[in-house]
C-alpha cells in the first residue's frame, strides 16, 4: 500500500497529459442528462471483421454553496472531477484530533431547508418533536464546534411511510461533499413477519407477508458498501459547521444529530478480565434454542424464512413438502443487512453462542457476521466473526480460532436481542482496495486501446514504452497494489492461491506487460478478459451469504445437538424424497384460502404461467390473499415452460387455459388473428382498465377495433454514458444524432466506439414522422425515401466507422471501449449491482432525439418489449391474454384486472426483486405502480422523461417476416456490401408479398385502397408522437 502515494502522482499527470492532448480538440457540443447504469459476456464482431476487411439554492446568509446535482438534470462535464475515496480523506487529515466531545443537534433546530418540512410530536413513542423530512429536497442544520478535529455522526431517526425501500441520503459538510462514499448512506426500515406460516393445499407452508415494522432507531453513518468496518469520520474546523442531508430516497423523521466519538469496543481478553473483576460467573445446565425462521425483526423484506429441503436434520423438516425451517442464504449477503432474534435468560452469567449454520457459497472462503447484543457489540472480535466454506451445516461455536476456547458472553436474566449483520469484516481493505484498482487496471486498459484498438496486431510494434511511459509505469504501481493484496489475503485466510488466484494471475500480467511493451499487443485480449473476471470476483467476494437453522445460547460445559445427519438419517430421507417424486405434481401451486365448499361450488379459473417457481409462488400466495378473498373465483395456476409455443396448441386441442401469462411480443396478434385470444376490447370496463397504462403499450397487442392482450411488462432503451472518460476527451453527453456524429469521429480517433444495435433503425425512423407500416398493415414503409435515408446513414455507422454488430453492453462500458452505449434500460441495475467500481463515474439519460425544423427536438423511441429486463424478471413475457375457447371469460377478465392493477403489480414487484436482487427489479407497464417501485428519485425522473416519449412497436399478420427480412438486408449491405437501396427494395418486395399472403389468409384487403376509412383511422390512432399522412 505504500506505493499508494506514487500511484497517484502518476495518474494525475497522466491526466494532465490526456487533457492536454484532448483539449487541441475543442469543445464539440452541449449535454443533457444524469443518473446511474451494469455488466455480462457474449460474442463480439465488428462489421469490418465479419467483412474480411479493415476494418443550490441562494440564501441571504453567508453559506457555502451547493452544486444542484441531486435530480437527475444536465451533467456539465468540462466541471467533472473524479471524488475522493475515504482512505484519501483520511489522508488528507492525518494527525487530526479526536476530541473526547459531543453535540446534540436537535432535528427542529435546522436552519435551512428547501422541503416541506412537519414537526411531528410524540411520534413512535418519542417524547419530544421530529422534523420530518420528505424523499426529495434537503434540510441543513448549523453546529458549533470548540475543537477542531475528526468526529463521527450519528442520526437518530424514525421510517414515515413511503415505498417501502431503504432510505437513502447525501451528507454535506460546510458545503461541500467530503468523499464518495458520502453520496450514499443508508438508514434501514424495520420488516417482521406478519404471522405465521400457513400451508396450502399441498401441504406445503407458504411464508407470511413481510410488514414493515417501524421504530426509531440511532445509527452512525457507516459506508452502505462496508469497506470501512467502522463508522465514518468527518473533519469538523472550529466555529460554525454546517450539515446537510439531501435525501434520495425515502421520507424520515429526525429526532436529532450528534457529533461525537464512536465507543470503540474492548478487546475479547480485556472483557474477560472485566469478568473476573466483576465476580461473574459461568452458568450451568442451560441451554436455549431460537429457530433462525422466527427472527423478530430484520433490516430488509428480502430476508423472511425460507425453506431446505435437503437435510433430515433442519427443524420443521419434510423430505417433500416445503417447510420454512431456515432463514438467509443467498437474500443475506449484502453489508448492512441484518437479522435479530429476541430471547430470555432465566438466569445471571456467562454463556457461549453458537450457530448451526452453513456457508455453501464461496469455496475457499469466509462469511463475516458482526454480532450485537441489546444494540451493543460485545468486544472487537464480535465485530468480524468468520463462517467457513461448508456444503452442510456445521456448529459453529463462537470462540478463539487460535485455542478454540469458546467467546463468553455475559447475559442478566430476562429478554435480550441477538442481532447478526452482514460486514466484510478483514475483506473490507482488501475489497475496498482492490475496487479502486480496477478502476485504474480499467484505465490503464483504456489508455492502450487508444493506441492499439482494442483488436491490436499482435505483430506491430505501437511502441508503447515510448509514448506511454506513465501508462507503463503505473502497471508496475499496480502490480505492487494487488501483490500486496494477495499476501493480505493469504495472512487472513491461511491459505495462497484458490480463490485469490485470479488477484496474482492479473498482478503477474502487469509485470510481464510493464518488462516487456511489445508484448501488449499479444496479451491485450487476455488482460481484458482478466479483469472482466477479476470485477466479477469482486462481486462475488463481497456476497457474504450465510444460512442459519439453529442458535444456541448456552452454559459452557453443555453438550450441542449434531449439527450433520447421521448415514441411516440420510438414507431414510432420500428413499423418502424419492418416493414423493413419483406421487407429488411439482407443475402446480398449491391453493389456499379456498375451502372445500368453494371448490365443490365452482369450477377453478385455469391459468398457466411461463416463470419460474418461486415467481409463481409469489403470485399465488398473491391470487389467494387477495383475488380469491375479494372475488370468491378459485384459481389453479400451472407452470407451463414456453407458454407462447403450447398455448395454441393446447388450445386447438381443447385442453388450453383460461389465461395465458407470459406471451411474448407477436403472440397476442399471431394468436387472435387465428381465434386463439378473445378481443378485450368487447369487456365494457376496458377503456378504464387501458387508462392504467401508456397508449403506446397496447401498439403491439391491437389490429383495428382488437385488442388481444393487456401489457403486463413494458421496457425501453435509454443512453448510457461514463461521465469519466467523455470529461477526459472533453466531449459532452450528446443531445442529438447530429451530436452523436459529432462525437464519433473524437472516441474513433481514441479507439473507442458507440454501442448501438441495427435495431435503433425503427427509433430513427420514428423521430423522423415515418412507421414502420403503411396503414393497416398491408405494406411497409421501407421504400419511402425517409426509411431508405435513414437505412443508409444506419448501415454506415456499421461499415463506415466500424461499430460492433453484436457485443457485450456491459463489459464494454465497463472498460470503457464504449463510454456510450444505447442500451434497454434493464442495463442500469445490471451496472448498479455488478460495476461497483464504476460508482458515481457513469449516468444516463435519454436516447439522442432528432432536431426538427422549429428547433425542436423529437424524442420518439420505439419500445424494446424483448429486452433484457423482460427476460430476467416477471412472469415471462410481456403479455397477457384469455383464451376465446374459455369458458369462463368474464372471471377471467376479473384475475387480468386484478393481476395490471397498481397494488398488485407493486406488491409483485418488490417480492420479485426481493427474492432475485435488484438487477431484476420488475419493468411493469402500469405507470402508478413503477411509481411506487424502489427507484431513486432521479431515476424515476429520468425513466418517466423517456417513458414519455415511448411508441410501441407495430406488429401485423406477417410482420415476423419483417423481422427477419430486415435483418438479411442489413447484414446484406453492412456484411457483403451490397447497394443501399437496391437491397432494401429486394427485400421489401419479399416482406410485401407474405404481408399479401397473409391478408389473403385472414380475408382481409390486400391493396390501401380497399382498407375501410374506419381501419385507416384506426391505424392512426394507435400512435402519440407520429403525425398522420
Not at 470476483?537 to 442459519?548: C, F, G, P, S
Not at 453492453?809 to 472498460?815: C, G, I, M, V
Request: charged share 25%; hydrophobic share 40%.
Amino acid at each position: 500500500m505504500g506505493n499508494r502515494a506514487l500511484r497517484l502522482l502518476l495518474i494525475a499527470s497522466a491526466c494532465s497529459l490526456v487533457t492536454i492532448s484532448v483539449f487541441a480538440l475543442g469543445p464539440i457540443l452541449s449535454g443533457i442528462g444524469d443518473g446511474s447504469a451494469a455488466v455480462a459476456g457474449a460474442a463480439e464482431t465488428t462489421a469490418a471483421q465479419a467483412a474480411g476487411t479493415a476494418g443550490p439554492d441562494d440564501h441571504p446568509d453567508a453559506r457555502p454553496a451547493y452544486p444542484d446535482d441531486t435530480i437527475a438534470s444536465i451533467d456539465d462535464l468540462t466541471a467533472y472531477v473524479r471524488e475522493i475515496g475515504y482512505q484519501d480523506y483520511l489522508r488528507q487529515h492525518e494527525g487530526a484530533a479526536r476530541p473526547q466531545t459531543s453535540v446534540l443537534i436537535p432535528g427542529t433546530g435546522y436552519s435551512f431547508t428547501d422541503m416541506d418540512i412537519q414537526v411531528l410530536e410524540g411520534l413512535g413513542g418519542y417524547e419530544g418533536a421530529a422534523v420530518g423530512t420528505t424523499e426529495t429536497g434537503f434540510i441543513e442544520w448549523e453546529v458549533y464546534i470548540d475543537q477542531p478535529g475528526l468526529y463521527n455522526i450519528a442520526v437518530r431517526y424514525y421510517p414515515l411511510p413511503g415505498r417501502g425501500m431503504t432510505l437513502e441520503r447525501e451528507l454535506w459538510i460546510n458545503g461541500q461533499r467530503p468523499f464518495a462514499g458520502a453520496r450514499s448512506l443508508r438508514f434501514t426500515r424495520v420488516w417482521g413477519d406478519e404471522g405465521p406460516p400457513r400451508k396450502d393445499s399441498m401441504g406445503n407452508e407458504i411464508r407470511s407477508p413481510q410488514i414493515e415494522k417501524p421504530m426509531w432507531l440511532e445509527v452512525p453513518l457507516t459506508d452502505a458498501y462496508g469497506y470501512s468496518g467502522e463508522p465514518y469520520l468527518f473533519y469538523f474546523h472550529e466555529g460554525v459547521n454546517t450539515i446537510r442531508l439531501t435525501s434520495r430516497t425515502e421520507p424520515m423523521a429526525i429526532a436529532y444529530l450528534k457529533v461525537y466519538q464512536a465507543e470503540r469496543p474492548a478487546p475479547y481478553a480485556e472483557v474477560v478480565e472485566s469478568y473476573k473483576a466483576n465476580g461473574y460467573e459461568p452458568t450451568k445446565d442451560k441451554l436455549i434454542r431460537l429457530q433462525g425462521q422466527d427472527a423478530q425483526h430484520r433490516s430488509d423484506s428480502t430476508l423472511f424464512p425460507i425453506a431446505d429441503l435437503g437435510d433430515p436434520t433442519v427443524e420443521p423438516y419434510h423430505p417433500a413438502e416445503i417447510r420454512l425451517n431456515t432463514i438467509g442464504g443467498h437474500r443475506w449477503t449484502s453489508p448492512g443487512q441484518w437479522i435479530s432474534w429476541v430471547f430470555t435468560v432465566p438466569d445471571d452469567g456467562l454463556y457461549k453462542i453458537a450457530l448451526k449454520a452453513k456457508q455453501a457459497v464461496r469455496v475457499g472462503a469466509f462469511s463475516s457476521r458482526k454480532l450485537m447484543i441489546d444494540g451493543k457489540v460485545p468486544f472487537e472480535e464480535a465485530a468480524r466473526l468468520r463462517f467457513p466454506y461448508s456444503v452442510r451445516y456445521q456448529m459453529h461455536v463462537l470462540g478463539e480460532e487460535a485455542t478454540g476456547e469458546p467467546y463468553l458472553f455475559y447475559l442478566t436474566k430476562g429478554t435480550h436481542e441477538l442481532r447478526l449483520e452482514v460486514v466484510l469484516g478483514d475483506m473490507g481493505n482488501i475489497l475496498g482496495t482492490l475496487e479502486d484498482s480496477l478502476y485504474e487496471l480499467n484505465t490503464i486498459f483504456r489508455r492502450i486501446i487508444m493506441i492499439t484498438s482494442g483488436n491490436p496486431d499482435p505483430f506491430r510494434s505501437y511502441e508503447l514504452h515510448r509514448r506511454i511511459p506513465e501508462v507503463i509505469e503505473r502497471m508496475r504501481v499496480e502490480a505492487g497494489v494487488l501483490e500486496d493484496l494477495v499476501a493480505e489475503y493469504s495472512r487472513i485466510t491461511g491459505m495462497e492461491g484458490g480463490h485469490s488466484e485470479i488477484i496474482s494471475r492479473v498482478a503477474r500480467l502487469l509485470r510481464r506487460m510493464a518488462d516487456d511493451p511489445d508484448l501488449i499487443p499479444r496479451v491485450l485480449l487476455d488482460y481484458r478478459d482478466n479483469l472482466g473476471t477479476l470485477g466479477t470476483w469482486v462481486y462475488q467476494t463481497r456476497e457474504q451469504a450465510l444460512q442459519i437453522d439453529q442458535i444456541f445460547i448456552a452454559s459452557v460445559e453443555q453438550k450441542l445437538p449434531r449439527p450433520t445427519p447421521t448415514i441411516w438419517q440420510t438414507l431414510v430421507h432420500e428413499v423418502r424424497s424419492l418416493i414423493a417424486s413419483f406421487t407429488r405434481r411439482y407443475d402446480l401451486i398449491g391453493d389456499m384460502g379456498i375451502s372445500a365448499e368453494l371448490a365443490k361450488e365452482k369450477e377453478p379459473l385455469k391459468v398457466w404461467i411461463g416463470a419460474g417457481r418461486d415467481q409463481a409462488q409469489i403470485l399465488k400466495q398473491m391470487i389467494d390473499d387477495t383475488f380469491v378473498a375479494e372475488t370468491g373465483i378459485p384459481v389453479v395456476l400451472q407452470l407451463v415452460p414456453n407458454v407462447d409455443q403450447l398455448f395454441i396448441r393446447a388450445a386447438t386441442a381443447g385442453t388450453g387455459p383460461d389465461v395465458a401469462l407470459g406471451l411474448n411480443v407477436p403472440d397476442p396478434i399471431n394468436f387472435g388473428m387465428r381465434g386463439g385470444l378473445m378481443n378485450l376490447a368487447e369487456f365494457e370496463d376496458f377503456p378504464e382498465v387501458a387508462q392504467r397504462f401508456m397508449k403506446c403499450a397496447f401498439v403491439p397487442f391491437t389490429f383495428r377495433d382488437k385488442v388481444f392482450a393487456l401489457p403486463q411488462m413494458q421496457s425501453f432503451p435509454l443512453m448510457f454514458y461514463r461521465k469519466d472518460i467523455l470529461a477526459e476527451l472533453g466531449l459532452e453527453v450528446p443531445e442529438t444524432w447530429d451530436d452523436l456524429y459529432r462525437i464519433l469521429p473524437v472516441l474513433q480517433r481514441n479507439k473507442m466506439l458507440i454501442g448501438i444495435g441495427p435495431g435503433i433503425f425503427q427509433t430513427r425512423l420514428y423521430q423522423r414522422g415515418e412507421v414502420t407500416f403503411k396503414p393497416d398493415g398491408v405494406e411497409t414503409n421501407l421504400d419511402s425515401e425517409t426509411a431508405v435515408q435513414t437505412f443508409r446513414e444506419l448501415t454506415e455507422l456499421f461499415s463506415l466507422y466500424g461499430l460492433l454488430l453484436t457485443y457485450n453492453a456491459e463489459n464494454r462500458f465497463r472498460l470503457g471501449e464504449m463510454p456510450i452505449v444505447i442500451e434497454d434500460w434493464g442495463l442500469y441495475n445490471r451496472l448498479q449491482v455488478f460495476a461497483p467500481e464504476l460508482r458515481g463515474e457513469w449516468g444516463f439519460t435519454l436516447v439522442p432525439g432528432t432536431r426538427q425544423p422549429d428547433g425542436t427536438i423529437n424524442r420518439t423511441v420505439a419500445s424494446s418489449p424483448s429486452g433484457a429486463s423482460l427476460t430476467q424478471a416477471g412472469m415471462g413475457g410481456p403479455a397477457v391474454g384469455i383464451s376465446s375457447q374459455s369458458k369462463k371469460k368474464q372471471e377471467a377478465w376479473e384475475f387480468l384486472k386484478w393481476l395490471t392493477r397498481e397494488d398488485t403489480q407493486v406488491r409483485f414487484g418488490l417480492e420479485l426483486e426481493s427474492l432475485m436482487g435488484p438487477s431484476a427489479r420488475y419493468p411493469t407497464s402500469n405507470l402508478e405502480a413503477f411509481k411506487k417501485l424502489p427507484w431513486t428519485v432521479e431515476e424515476q425522473q429520468t425513466i418517466m422523461a423517456q417513458w414519455q416519449w415511448i411508441e410501441g412497436t407495430q406488429e401485423v399478420p406477417g410482420s415476423y417476416y419483417y423481422t427477419r427480412m430486415y435483418n438479411w438486408a442489413f447484414r446484406a449491405v453492412v456484411l457483403d456490401h451490397r447497394p443501399v437501396r437496391e437491397t432494401l427494395m429486394t427485400y421489401n418486395e419479399q416482406i410485401n408479398y407474405e404481408l399479401k399472403t397473409k391478408r389473403k389468409e385472414f380475408g382481409l384487403e390486400t391493396r390501401l385502397e380497399d382498407v375501410p376509412e374506419q381501419w385507416v383511422d384506426a391505424f392512426w390512432d394507435k400512435f402519440t408522437h407520429i403525425p398522420r399522412k
